[in-house]
């Protein structure tokens, strides 16, 4: 069932959000080359719990860590470890937080030191596809509106969607309905109301869209082992412009 939240349940999402938003902010200052994604986890853990939130991954479905890091040709839900980031990588940084037994989600796509041109455009265009999204989340359009105008951007440009994993909807839990695809024909789907609160997230590939679950049952690549980017806000609809809850003021 897909709740709209009231006034009182956004503030607590906006809490949730902007604390994700700084945690995020933060690692981001800490990417460059020889840091270990055990370190940032640790980052993370650390300022989240400064701000009287709970790190909302951990533990989730099992998962061991605050944050999910995927280096290069990993998509999502990679383990923090002992794995040092090199001059040239890519890292996607996955975070959530809970606040009063609210959620926010947020992701990026970062670069660590010098890396080629067209890892920068495929970082570029991911972001790019979430705001062509959003442009569509309005009151009266249809969920699939979305997932179209992020689908139509990435492939104008000559990537691919990823279609095995997919963002939702978020509120007092991290996943809530509906799911939301970023790929697939408009005009489907519910109706957009206000209140509706959606984790939108563009999981993008240089080469095929197809990806594969590693043995440790979590780490997901691209079954070509080319570069994946992620880029995902906690947004709310809104009797105007879609609200994002997961970005910094």
Known sequence: MITCKSERELMYMREAGKIAAEALAKLAGAVQPGVTTKELDRLAEEYIRSCGARPA??????????????????????????????????????????????????????????????????????????????????????????????????????????????????????????????????????????????AIEPMVNMGTYEVRTLPDNWTVVTKDRKLSSHYEHTIAITDNEPEILTRLK
């Open 57 to 198: 991954f951990k533990g989730l479905y099992g998962f061991p860590a605050t944050i999910c890091s995927s280096v290069n040709e990993e998509v999502v839900h990679g383990i923090p470890g002992l794995r040092k980031l090199e001059n040239g990588d890519i890292i996607s940084i996955d975070i959530g937080t809970e606040v009063n037994g609210y959620f926010g989600d947020c992701a990026v796509t970062l670069a660590v030191g010098k890396v080629s041109d067209e890892a920068w455009r495929l970082i570029k265009v991911t972001e790019e596809s979430f705001y062509a999204g959003i442009a569509k989340a309005k009151i009266g359009n249809r969920l699939s509106d979305i997932s179209n105008a992020v689908q139509k951007y990435v492939e104008e440009h000559g990537f691919s969607v990823v279609r095995d994993y997919v963002g939702h909807g978020i509120g007092s839990s991290m996943h809530e309905e509906p799911q939301v695809p970023n790929f697939g024909k408009p005009g489907r789907g519910p109706r957009l109301q206000a209140g509706m609160t959606l």
